[in-house]
Nanobody
């Protein structure tokens, strides 16, 4: 079974940037779609962005124009570039592929 490991989270000031990485233990070409989700305290997990094997992307309205999802098949890694971060982006961010989830990485946006 492929495992997903997220990294790149941390504490950043409003307006700042972070890049999250999701490294798969096997080839990501087996997954037609991979995505990033997030869960804030007291809230349900929500979709942030997805990317297909053909590099078609979708984004939640709340992150459009600020976040960019990408994938590198040679590195078996999916990225989430997050710019112009806001306090409301604070959450645990999870990588997903089919029924497989990573352990999550914490993103905190605070001054």
């Amino acid at each position: 079974q492929v495992r997903l490991v997220e990294s790149g989270g941390g504490l950043v000031q409003p307006g700042g940037s972070l890049r999250l990485s999701c490294a798969a233990s096997g080839t990501i070409f087996r997954f037609n779609t991979m995505g990033w989700y997030r869960q804030a305290p007291g809230k349900q997990r929500e979709l942030v962005a997805t990317i297909t094997i053909g590099r078609s992307t979708t984004y939640a309205d709340s992150v459009k124009g600020r976040f960019t999802i990408s994938r590198d098949g040679a590195k078996n890694t999916v990225y989430l570039q997050m710019n112009s971060l806001k306090a409301e982006d604070t959450a645990i961010y999870y990588c997903n592929a089919d029924t497989i989830w990573g352990q999550g990485t914490q993103v905190t946006v605070s001054s």
